[in-house]
Structures are given as structure tokens and as C-alpha cells.
């Protein structure tokens, strides 16, 4: 039994073991997993260089061939393994083609209703501080139906970090038009393509969460190439760093694909992506209070209300 | 009910008795969003929580709020959202999830009319809503309904409890009456945090300890969902076994039962009064559980010679439908309401219990000795 | 000797590690079927593998493991 509180009213916390610490990065060694160990058979002078994160479970994804779901998972869970966070980390899992993705970490999960994982993450943030909460969103989830909830946990500068999966199309439900799907294009409910005059434009969740001064971080990275594969971990990992550090809200966009309901084979789909995707979703950081030479976003709310006395209160 | 360790009497308004009562029982967790006419409780909220360490947020929208209790309840701390008719609506969603992954929470709604944005009167039309279909799928919550302020901060206490025991959310139906009325009232004492009930299953980070908990509500296998509400509705059976409330005036002779919850209770009880002055053997039913409904005190009046029964609520007529069940054809069942913000007069409930009273040939006795036994 | 090690619990046949293998020898095994019915990758010349990690950084079913 815990004889540690939160001190907060939530419930105590088992006690620390094993990597309950973030440690300090580049410390983290790659460990086969236990249920692969026959399988891979290690000879003598052999090395695991890459393979399955600690902080997936055995479970085999539920996703289907080629989709970009599993890659940045799995860029996920090689984060929380890097930075030794697997023990305090809960992560909220949405409503789409990700809702079982609380069997594949292996951290604790929680599965949210449709768009509100951000209200959820929220309070368990409130609840144990000290926790790294991530939750993992795709386009219609976080830009349609859960928009407020996401604006609004942007703007309170929640200490959360947020995985956004635009693939522009609703996947779990059959491929219909989702906040994001580029115009004149083509899905079950926009059969003749998205028509602006009637449809109107997809939403650039970057840019629109960018103004807003409770993030501290905001960028837009893909996943197809190895190239902007590694720039999205890098990506994420620096979102879960600007959390840890308390710096603000973090949120990374990963430009994905869907290939079933696309209707292309994975490799077409980058084609795609490549072609369409990327010149309306332009990839980069859209917020970065620390380059900005800021330490937080709140030094950088600030700022940025300088000339008015009210919001200066309590500060210096 | 809540053992006061001082027999300190405060006068406070309903409202701000529903916050603190919620925190001495170890609340400090409070997500909401205005709306009258229950807004003094989030201002209450907003003040004392800063001071004891707890959480005060207001939500953007009753569905957040909601939302955030679930996120709360996962994260293993008591939490509550208040809110009134409309807002509740809003709420149902989070309420229907909370059931689903066995989430305690409790949800306060200080009713008001309705439907849609319908008053800020007091109104008690949301007994449906919350004793059948707050959300979708197959659930009950425990629901429960005070009629003095000292109730309010009983049942708000015990509220809590029911919810860890039971893993389900439990709802206060009060209304716009109540929540603004001032009472004197002795507070419960102040629950230690370290003694509330541990939650094993709550999503808390593993702390590498353990194997990961999911707090979750989807099972795409429908024999595993099957299972899961055969075992949730096998706790529904425990709860209406043991957990079934209700407090009796003047039944055990009682010829003529009202029954009335909440404020509307307050008025049947003087109409109650007086038809006993009059000679009629009259009680008057009280349920403190809507959820789950009082039947077996429903069974004992009619066992001790109930002939009649009348519902008196402020709505169009809704836990009518329970006492119906309840009596199950063994009695006449009527009803008397008014809605749209009005409250029955202790005048025009006698009048319904007089009527009722003589459709089913009930004796009226000598009018003195009534008056003795009635002043007891 | 670097090698790479496909599971086949995991493995769903996308074929994504077949176009990014720089050295080109991983295809999918038409004679081999998974539980799930998909043919998994394999590698067709493992005295070529450089354990660039590429097949690993791109399959969406992290199927593969890496070891030098």
C-alpha cells in the first residue's frame, strides 16, 4: 500500500520504481522485448539496434496495411521510452481508427468521448500534476466535433501535449469529408468533391491555434519520407519536453495518410500527400515561445498584452 | 447521516451548502459553467477552492465540464459538475460515458423548466431525465433528491460515497427552490483525503508498479458487452436492494398516500396536515431516492391498507409513472402538478387530495381526534 | 552481421519497407501467409543488410526489429 497522496484528492500514486522519473535524454538504451526474444534469438556479439518501444504492448495495431497511424505511434512511444516517462504518463485516446490505441501503449489510457479528449486530458493534468498527459486526436475528433474543447484547452495554456493525425477524411466511419479535406476532393459525403460554396474551407489547425497564447508550441511535420519521419520525433519529443518543463500547451500535426479510404495503395498515398497535402498544410513550427526568447508561454501572453494594465497585475 | 463533530447551526442559501458539503466530503475537483439557478454553487467553487489546494474550472461548455469530471474520475479523484435543466441535457453524453467505464462523479442539476430554454422558476421536469435517460444505452445512476437545506448537505455528502462504492455516477435533483433557499443547517465534518476509498483500477501513471489501467467504455465483441452490462445491472440490483430512500409522514393508517420528492414535498406535506385535520387518514410518501425508486416503502403503505395514491410534482406529471409501477394495480394512482416555474398551493393539493380521497370511498373520521394524531 | 527480423504477429504486408530498403532486399513473401492473411516481408539477401534502420523507421506495424 501508497502512503504517497498527490496531496491534490486524487488518488495516491503507486510508489516510484523502475523509470517513474523522466530521466535525462540520450541515456536510453534500446531493450528487445521479452516476447520477441525467441523470435530475434540475439547471438553472441549481436546488438538490438531498433525494435518494438517498451512503452507499446504486444498487442498487434488495428490499423490498416500502410496506414501512417502506426508510424507515428510508434514515434510516440519511442519518445516516452527516451525520455523515461512511461510510468507517469497517461495518454487519452480518441474517437476514429485510434479509439483501441489504449491496447497498444502501454502506459495507462483512458478513452475518451468524440473531440473531448482535450477536456479530459485537462482534468487529469489538474489532478496529477506532476503526470505527462498526452492525447492522441485525428482530424474530425479534434477539429470538428471536439473544436471547442480543443481551442479552449489551448487557450487555458493546459500543460498537455496534443497529437493531431490530419489525413483529411474520416477513417473509422468509411472515408466522408472531415474539417480538413482539401477542396474538390472526393469522399463518401462529398461525392462530387468538397464544394467550397457549400462546404466551405478546411480548417488549418496550426495556424489557427498559433494565435492563441496559452501554446507554446505548435508545429506541422509528416510522416512520408524518412527524412520528415525523424523530423516528426523530433517534433514530438520536444512537445512532451515543453510540457515536462511546464513551458504550455504543445501540439504537433502530423500531415498522414489514409489509403482505404483514399482509395490509393500506401505508396500512392505519399504520392498524394506529397502533391496535395503539403501546399495547403505547409509543414513548420507555428509557434515556439522558447525561440521566440521566451521561457513560457505565459511570459509570452505577456508580452504580448504589455500596454494593458490589467492583464500586467500580479506580475513583477 | 454525517456525524457533526459540533452542532455548529449555520444559515446558508441551498446552493453554497450543495459546494461546501461537496468538499468537506472530499471534492476538490469542480468543473461547471453558469447557468441559473445554479450559479451561486460555481461562485462558491470559484472561491474556496483556490484557498484548499482544490480546482475551480469553468469549463466552456457544460460538455467539457462533464468531460473533465470523467477525466478526474479516471485520474482517481472525487469531482463533481453542477448545472441546471438545459445544461444538464448537455451533460447527458459524459454522464452515459461516466456509466460505461464504472466512473464516480457526482452531477448536480438545479432544475428549472423546460423544455428547451423553457424558465428559471423552479421546476421539478427533469425526473425522467435523470431517473431513465440522461444518455444513451442501457444504465441507471443513483439519484437523489433533497427537500430541506440540511438535506442538500447530507446527500451531497453521502452522494460521494454511493459513487466510489458503487462506481457510478449519482446524481442531486434539486431545484431552483431549493438551491436559493436559506436554512440553518449543521455542515458534515470535513472528510481526510487520505482516507478516501482506494481506486486501483484509476489511471495514474503505472509508476512501472503495475500492468497499465484503461479506463474505457467500447467493447467491439458484443458477448463482452453483454457481460459488462449483465454485471453493471447485477450492481443496479444491489443498489435498489440496499440503497432505496424514503422518509414517511402519517402512512402507517393512511388510507390516501401522497407522494411528492424535493420541494414539492415541502407544500404536500402542509396539505397532508390538513386533511388530517379534516378527518381524512392521509400519509404522505417522500422519496430521497428517485433512483432507486422507494418501492419497497411503496409495498408497506399498501400492505398497511393504502387505497389511493397521489403524485404532486411541479411538472406535467413524471415520477407518476414510477409510482404506477410501484403500486403495480393494487391501488388508484392520480396525479396533481403545476409546471412552467408554478408551485403547487397547499390549497389546491387538499383540494386533489379530497377528491381522490372520495373517488375511492375513503371514511373520513371525527375531525378532532385526526387533529391529535396528526400533531404528533 | 546486420539483419533485420520480421514478426509476423505483426506484420500486415504493406510493402512499405520493400520501397524504402536502400539496398533492395526485402519483398513480400508470396509463398507465406499470416494468421491475419497477409504476406509478410522478408528479407531476400541478408549478407547485404546494413541495419540502416530505414524498413523499421517506416513500417507502420513496427514488425521489424534491427540488430547489427
Known amino acids: 500500500m501508497s502512503t504517497q497522496t498527490s496531496g491534490r484528492g486524487g488518488a495516491p500514486a503507486t510508489p516510484a520504481a523502475g523509470n517513474a522519473a523522466p530521466k535525462p535524454a540520450g ?43 502506426g508510424i507515428v505511434q510508434r514515434l510516440v512511444a519511442e519518445v516516452i521510452d527516451e525520455l523515461g516517462i512511461e510510468g507517469i504518463t497517461v495518454g487519452i485516446a480518441p474517437v476514429g481508427c485510434s479509439v483501441t490505441c ?26 496529477h500534476p506532476e503526470d505527462v498527459v498526452f492525447s492522441y486526436q485525428g482530424d474530425g475528433d479534434l477539429a470538428s466535433i471536439g473544436m471547442a474543447e480543443t481551442v479552449h484547452a489551448a487557450t487555458r495554456g493546459e500543460k498537455i501535449t496534443v497529437i493531431f493525425i490530419n489525413n483529411a477524411i474520416y477513417g473509422m466511419t468509411g472515408g466522408q469529408m472531415a474539417p480538413t479535406t482539401l477542396p474538390n476532393q472526393v469522399t463518401q459525403t462529398s461525392p462530387y468533391g468538397r464544394d467550397v460554396s457549400t462546404a466551405g474551407y478546411p480548417v488549418r489547425v496550426c495556424e489557427l491555434l ?21 523530423a516528426a520525433k523530433r517534433a514530438i519529443k520536444k512537445a512532451f519536453e ?24 500506401p505508396q500512392q498515398s505519399f504520392d498524394w500527400l506529397r502533391e496535395n497535402m503539403l501546399p495547403y498544410y505547409p509543414l513548420g513550427v507555428y509557434r515556439d515561445v522558447r525561440a521566440e526568447g521566451f521561457a513560457t508561454a505565459a511570459e509570452a501572453a505577456a508580452a504580448r498584452a504589455a500596454a494593458c494594465p490589467i492583464a500586467q497585475k500580479g506580475r513583477e | 447521516m454525517a456525524q457533526a463533530t459540533d452542532e455548529k447551526r449555520v444559515l446558508m442559501k ?90 464516480p462523479g457526482v452531477i448536480i442539476n438545479v432544475e428549472r423548466g423546460g423544455p428547451g430554454l423553457g424558465g428559471i422558476q423552479p421546476s421539478q421536469s427533469d425526473y425522467w431525465q435523470a431517473t431513465r ?18 438535506e442538500m448537505a447530507d446527500l451531497v455528502y453521502h452522494a460521494f460515497d454511493v459513487a466510489d462504492e458503487y462506481r457510478t455516477p449519482t446524481m442531486i435533483l434539486a431545484d431552483g427552490l431549493l438551491g436559493q433557499m436559506m436554512e440553518p443547517v449543521v455542515l ?25 489501467n484503461v479506463v474505457n467504455s467500447l467493447y467491439l465483441t458484443p458477448e463482452e458487452l453483454e457481460r459488462t452490462n449483465v454485471e453493471r445491472f447485477e450492481r443496479y440490483d444491489r443498489i435498489r436492494a440496499t440503497e432505496q430512500r424514503a422518509e414517511t409522514y402519517l402512512v402507517d393508517d393512511a388510507e390516501v398516500v401522497v407522494v411528492a420528492f424535493g420541494a414539492s414535498s415541502r407544500i404536500a406535506r402542509s396539505a397532508v396536515k390538513k386533511a388530517r385535520e379534516r378527518g381524512w387518514r392521509v400519509g404522505l410518501l417522500r422519496p430521497v431516492t428517485l433512483w432507486p425508486f422507494p418501492v419497497d416503502a411503496v409495498q408497506a403503505a399498501l400492505d398497511g391498507g393504502a387505497r389511493a395514491f397521489l403524485s404532486v410534482e411541479m411538472n406535467m406529471g413524471q415520477m407518476v409513472d414510477d409510482v404506477r409501477l410501484a403500486v403495480n394495480g393494487r391501488a388508484e394512482v392520480a396525479f396533481y402538478g403545476r409546471t412552467g416555474g408554478i408551485i403547487p398551493t397547499p390549497a389546491e393539493t387538499l383540494e386533489h387530495i379530497e377528491a381522490l380521497a372520495r373517488s375511492v370511498g375513503a371514511t373520513r373520521r371525527d375531525a378532532d381526534a385526526a387533529t391529535t394524531k396528526a400533531g404528533e | 552481421m546486420p539483419r533485420i527480423v520480421v514478426d509476423d504477429r505483426f506484420c500486415k504486408g504493406c510493402g512499405l519497407c520493400v520501397d524504402i530498403c536502400p539496398q533492395h532486399i526485402i519483398e513480400l513473401d508470396a509463398d507465406r501467409l499470416t494468421a491475419k ?20 523507421q517506416t513500417c507502420p506495424d513496427v514488425a521489424i526489429t534491427v540488430v547489427r
Open chain 1, 27 to 69: 541515456r536510453h538504451v534500446v531493450q528487445l522485448p521479452e516476447y520477441q526474444r525467441e523470435l530475434v534469438d540475439l547471438q553472441p556479439g549481436e546488438r538490438v539496434v531498433a525494435c518494438r518501444p517498451h512503452a507499446f504492448t504486444d498487442v498487434q495495431n488495428s490499423y490498416c496495411p500502410g496506414c501512417t497511424h
Open chain 1, 102 to 127: 489504449y491496447d497498444f501503449f502501454s502506459c495507462d489510457m483512458i478513452e475518451a468521448s468524440h473531440g473531448r479528449a482535450p477536456a479530459v486530458a485537462t482534468a487529469v493534468k489538474r489532478v
Open chain 1, 210 to 230: 498559433s494565435t492563441l497564447d496559452g501554446v507554446a508550441y505548435a508545429e506541422r511535420v509528416s510522416c512520408d519520407n524518412l527524412k520528415d519521419i525523424r
Open chain 1, 242 to 265: 515543453y510540457q515536462i518543463e511546464g513551458v504550455g500547451y504543445s501540439l504537433v500535426e502530423v500531415v498522414s495518410t489514409c489509403p482505404t479510404n483514399w482509395g490509393m495503395t
Open chain 2, 14 to 103: 441551498g446552493n453554497e451548502v450543495l459546494a461546501e458539503s461537496a468538499i468537506r466530503a472530499g471534492c476538490r475537483f469542480f468543473f461547471g459553467y453558469p447557468i441559473t439557478p445554479q450559479t451561486e454553487l460555481a461562485a462558491y467553487m470559484a472561491k474556496r477552492m483556490p484557498k484548499i489546494g482544490g480546482t475551480y474550472l469553468q469549463a466552456e461548455s457544460e460538455i467539457a465540464a462533464i468531460n473533465m469530471v470523467y477525466g478526474a474520475a479516471a485520474a482517481g479523484a472525487r469531482a463533481m459538475t453542477s448545472s441546471s435543466s438545459p445544461g444538464v441535457s448537455l451533460k447527458g453524453e459524459g454522464v452515459s460515458y461516466m456509466a460505461g467505464a464504472d466512473l
Open chain 2, 133 to 150: 435517460a440522461l444518455g444513451h444505452g442501457d444504465f441507471f445512476m443513483p439519484v437523489f433528491a433533497p427537500s430541506t437545506v440540511q
Open chain 2, 188 to 212: 458534515p465534518p470535513a472528510r481526510d483525503l487520505a482516507d478516501l476509498p482506494a481506486k486501483p483500477w484509476a489511471t495514474t501513471g503505472t509508476r512501472m508498479a503495475r500492468r497499465h
Open chain 3, 37 to 56: 492473411g497477409y504476406h509478410p516481408a522478408r528479407l531476400t539477401d541478408p549478407d547485404r543488410c546494413t541495419g540502416c534502420t530505414s524498413c523499421y
